[in-house]
């Protein structure tokens, strides 16, 4: 596809780049000056901000700043920090300012990053969140969505256990659509796919954009919600070197207690029995060696993170910069994570008003990979009674290992077999630069790349454990993947006040371009499984290869307007214009449109007297995004495709190669839209002590994109089209409420905040209900249909078990035929609730949903003195999971092994169960091969995500260690989790489908995790 740039387009955009490269000169001063707290002392890292500009600084150790202001008769200074009152002082011809800030626990009119810009606190009037780095920090992670969770209203976090370079899922006020949710993630103003590459502890602030106005700007990609990542920056001063470094060990938090081998052996006979058959095992106590699984592929789990930093600055540049490295050794054998990571970040105002200046981020991650979740579920699965090594005469090691007579691989063998490394090379970084041209007006290009290089190399050895566990020909597999991306965004700030009005307005025009390159190489029949022939050039037959390129592109136009009337009536507008090359020409363009208004009731004279209510403001807002975030879309979602085939012809059925259409284009598919009403409100209270923030919303979302599953008879090679598959819409509200107060030394703090997301569809193609979440046991549990809830499970309701052969026989239709003729006491009695005297799939009913009612994060903060003490809660509320490993735990009709314990919780005659069914070989009652709600469970838990205790040391310490600040802290994460849940693990998010890909569709189907790991840690961060 050839890159799209509408040539209408070029006279605005050479326009912004030649206003943004042109230099003047014009009279200027320096304004320096100490901002201190209320005790007199210096205060650090204060953000000095020139009013209606992008000009400013940050105060040095001593509280200390300097700062070049272009008229020193005319503008306002900006005094704002976390914690403190912001302060707006008049330079009035002074070229020396000193500042004191008064404490406020929650300052409302503190500076927030919003798209293309930064807007006070004060006047939003969109819903936006927002998070410190400091709050991030506070774990060790190696990811930001781990350290997100549950510090941020609107925000819902869910891991699917610790396995070592795994993402947890992130959905920004519930699910936008049926198919992909991950927001759009923006790191330094450079939109990026993935942030796999960033320290968590590298960043500054963190801006969530929630609702379609404010990321309305971001237009074709916001509709999951907007991440805005700021990196840490340099600040004027001497050079500063920090060092943190942190080590910690790991242990799941919970697995499950399986049966012995005895006992084991026990379970099966009983089940023989039951159905009649011979014993299995005739003699169970002889089986004393258990063999367990978990214990054979477990270990230890390691986490270390180090890290050191170089910022400082002088009056014409700031920097930045730092080298990090983290490792993540897994809990199984052979499952790590490497990131090393080196970030540069710098400033030079290089005129009175021209500033360049650049961030990149050069990183590596090195993951050895395992498919872990079904890796730990069949390590409970197989069972206890093979061994899991055995005396071997072969000369492959890869043979010598015990064989179980079930359908799962002897776990051990898996794990010492496996050769799956995988290697990712990131450069991601822009360079930019801005000039004034007149106090207000700041016309800025930004020139962004985000590239990546993945490499992957697999080899799987030959080996013969028996019959059903063998691989007679080893195979090598390499790919080489190349993804190199490009950000051209360039814009034209203006800020101006006219008496009681104050206006800023911005224009904008970006351009992108996404091009993937791959290539994969593949192999068999190398000579040995010798380490030293591991690659293609070793193999002797099966040889494969391919590759491809695609390449799209998005040009946008960009505008936006706020407006405010005495600082309390708030307007807010925006609109982008989205052309990309993934749809045809007919649908390429989207115009995604916002407005909001907001109005600062507490600036009203009837509040001003008022001593409770400090701060009150109310927003309403409306927007339009777009999403086209689906796997794989490319041009080829609407023009058609060649894939190759082989087939055997002729009498000596020769092979032939053979070309086949490889997809149905459809040349009608267009933008998924998802437009967005919110209303909020924002309190302050007690002085600001008590603060409340809080939104109720309702979302719609049109043309969902999915790939669309088409007929057999349509013809061969055909994979699934593209479609507009429906429409659906949510409905929610989250809130943050805050308390803080400082008394003497002593300071305290508590924030909850919550998430209520519901969503229903509206539409779906041809009112077809989608069937998802497989299983090897039962199906598909989740139905997705009109009126109902996305992906919620569908199955049989079962009433009790039979306890005697007369409930059985009474169990009969109207027209007295027994409804469960298979039925035994101790089976399942399942409603027929049509009433037709049969139990079949017109018998199935909603019995539950895996979306929760609620889900949220308590956060508490506590100091005295040189102490301090951070934990946090997160959880969810009201929603179900289906917990399938039932299927295999509770049943006697495989080989796998049982819970501990069955023998006595399964029905064994009358009144001993009515949740449980008897143990069977032979299941004719389909009492576990039916879905029904014995495997629909409470999902709710609340887990004590992250318990933190630390020490500062005094300034006499750090003056006889030669440092400027040291502490030391110890924390643990996961210590604690609170469940009814019988499963392992209740985090479940997309879980694992037997077949079907991570979708919003198969959300809470518990197939077997790879476990949470609950982590013990120490560290220092330290200070030159």
């Known amino acids: 596809m050839k ?23 014009a009279q200027s001063a320096t304004v320096r000056g100490t901002v201190r707290d209320e005790t007199g002392t210096g205060l650090p890292g204060v953000t000095v901000l020139l009013k209606g500009t992008t ?14 202001v272009p008229d020193a008769n005319a503008g306002v200074l900006q005094f704002s920090f976390v914690g403190y009152k912001q302060q707006e002082v008049a330079i009035g011809g002074r070229t020396t300012l000193n500042v004191s800030l008064g404490t406020d626990n929650q300052v409302m009119s503190e500076v927030v990053v919003v798209g293309y810009g930064s807007q006070e606190k004060r006047t939003l009037t969109n819903a936006v969140t927002t998070v410190q780095g400091e709050e991030l920090s506070k774990l060790t992670v190696a990811d930001v969505g781990s350290a997100l969770q549950g510090k941020a209203a609107g925000v819902t976090v869910v891991g699917a256990g610790s396995e070592p370079g795994s993402a947890p899922q992130i959905l920004i006020r519930g699910i936008s659509t049926i198919n992909g949710n991950s927001p759009l993630y923006v790191v330094d103003g450079l939109p990026v796919a993935n942030i796999d590459y960033l320290n968590p502890k590298d960043i500054a602030t963190l801006s969530v954009l929630k609702d379609a106005a404010s990321a309305a700007i971001y237009g074709s990609r916001a509709a999951n919600g907007v991440v805005l990542i700021t990196t840490k920056a340099g600040v004027k001063g001497e050079p500063r070197i920090t060092v943190d470094g942190t080590f910690g060990v790991s242990n799941p938090t919970n697995v499950p207690n399986m049966a012995s081998a005895s006992e084991y052996a026990r379970i099966m006979n009983l089940a023989a029995t039951n159905s009649g058959n011979a014993a299995v095992y005739p003699n169970p106590e002889q089986y004393t060696q258990t063999t367990d699984w978990w214990k054979q592929i477990a270990r230890r789990g390691i986490t270390q993170n180090y890290s050191v930093g170089l910022s400082g600055g002088s ?12 490792k993540e050794r897994g809990l199984v054998q052979g499952s790590d994570f490497d990131r090393l990571a080196l970030r540069m970040k710098s400033e030079y105002q290089a005129t009175k008003r021209l500033k360049i200046g650049e961030d990149f981020n050069i990183s590596m991650t090195s993951r050895n990979y395992l498919n872990s979740g079904s890796l730990f579920r069949d390590a409970f ?16 090691p890869y043979d010598y290992y015990g064989a179980s007579p079930t359908d799962v691989g002897n776990p051990l063998a898996t794990v010492e077999r496996n050769d799956d490394k995988r290697k990712q090379y990131f450069l991601v970084g822009t360079v930019y630069a801005n000039y004034e041209f007149i106090p207000g007006l700041i016309a800025e290009t930004r020139f962004g790349t985000n590239n990546n290089v993945y490499r992957r190399n697999n080899f799987n050895p030959f080996y013969t454990i028996d019959a059903n566990e063998r691989n007679q020909v080893n195979s090598v597999v390499r790919e080489h993947n190349i993804e190199i991306n490009w950000n051209n965004t360039n814009t034209l700030n203006y800020t101006h006040a006219f008496g009681d009005h104050n206006v800023s307005a911005l224009a904008a025009v970006t351009l992108e371009r996404f091009q993937t390159n791959t290539e994969y190489t593949s192999g068999q029949g190398i000579p040995s499984n010798d380490p030293s022939l591991r690659y293609p050039d070793a193999a002797t037959t099966g040889f494969a290869i391919g590759g491809n390129t695609f390449t799209n592109t998005i040009a946008s136009l960009i505008g936006r307007v706020n407006y405010d009337y005495r600082g309390k009536y708030l307007l807010g507008a925006s609109i982008r214009r989205d052309g990309a090359s993934v749809f045809p020409t007919d649908n390429r363009w989207g115009t995604f449109p916002s407005v909001s208004v907001g109005w600062l009731v507490s600036e009203e004279s009837f509040l001003k007297n008022q001593n409770a209510l400090n701060f009150a403001k109310l927003r309403a807002s409306w927007g339009r995004v777009g ?22 012809t002729g009498p000596d059925r020769t092979l032939q190669l053979g070309a086949v259409q490889g997809n149905v284009p459809n040349p009608n598919v267009k933008w998924e839209t998802v437009e967005d009403y919110d209303i909020g409100v924002d309190l302050g209270l007690l002085q600001n002590r008590l603060t409340l923030t809080a939104d109720v919303f309702r979302r719609n979302t049109y043309d969902m994109l999915m790939f669309q599953s088409i007929p057999g008879h349509a013809g061969y090679g055909y994979n699934s089209p593209v479609t507009n598959v429906g429409s659906m819409n949510t409905n929610g509200l989250d809130f943050t409420v805050g308390y803080a107060e400082t008394k003497g030394d002593f300071t305290y703090g508590l924030s909850v905040n919550a998430t209520r997301a519901i969503s229903k569809i509206d539409k779906l193609a041809n009112g077809q209900a989608i069937y998802s979440g497989n299983t090897p046991i039962f199906g598909r549990p ?13 199955g049989y309701q079962n009433t009790g078990i039979f306890q005697n052969q007369g409930e059985v026989d009474a169990y009969r239709s109207a027209g007295g035929t027994l409804i469960q003729p298979n039925a035994k006491p101790g089976d399942f009695r399942f409603a027929d609730l049509n009433g037709d005297g049969v139990i079949d799939e017109k018998d199935q009913k909603y019995i539950g949903n895996p979306t929760p009612d609620l889900t949220f994060g308590v956060n508490l903060t506590m100091g005295y003195k040189g102490f301090d003490l951070q934990a946090s809660l997160i959880g969810s509320l009201g929603n179900d999971i289906v917990n399938a490993n039932k299927g295999w735990w509770y049943s006697g009709s495989y080989n796998y092994n049982k819970i501990a314990g069955l023998e006595n919780m399964a029905w064994s005659g009358e009144g001993t169960s009515n949740s449980v069914p008897r143990i069977v070989a032979n299941d004719n009652n389909q009492n576990l091969t039916r879905f029904s709600n014995f495997y629909v469970e409470n999902g709710s838990y609340a887990r004590l995500r992250n318990l933190q205790l630390g020490y500062t040391f005094t300034k006499g310490v750090n003056t006889m260690l030669h440092t400027s600040s040291l502490r030391l802290y110890v924390s643990a994460q996961n210590l604690l989790t609170f469940t009814n849940y019988s499963g392992v693990d209740p985090e479940i998010g997309y879980g694992r489908s037997y077949t079907d890909g991570a979708s919003a569709l198969n959300r809470g189907v518990d197939l077997g995790n790879y476990p949470t790991a609950r982590t013990f840690l120490v560290g220092a961060n330290i200070g030159f």
């Open 3 to 25: 890159n799209f740039f509408p040539p209408r387009w070029y006279a605005a955009y050479l326009l912004l780049f030649c206003l943004s490269i042109t230099t003047a000169f």
């Open 55 to 68: 000009t400013g600084t940050a105060t040095g150790s001593d509280g200390n700043f300097s700062l070049d």
């Open 315 to 326: 009056d014409k540049v700031v920097y930045s910069t730092g080298l990090s490295y983290f």
């Open 381 to 396: 699965n197989d069972d206890p009674i093979t061994p899991a090594r055995v005396p071997g005469t072969s000369g492959n």
């Open 627 to 648: 999403n086209q975030n689906i796997a794989s879309l490319t041009n080829s979602a609407y023009t058609g495709t060649i894939g190759r085939t082989y087939y055997v």
């Open 782 to 794: 989740s139905k997705t249909e009109e009126g109902g809830y996305v992906g919620a499970f569908y």
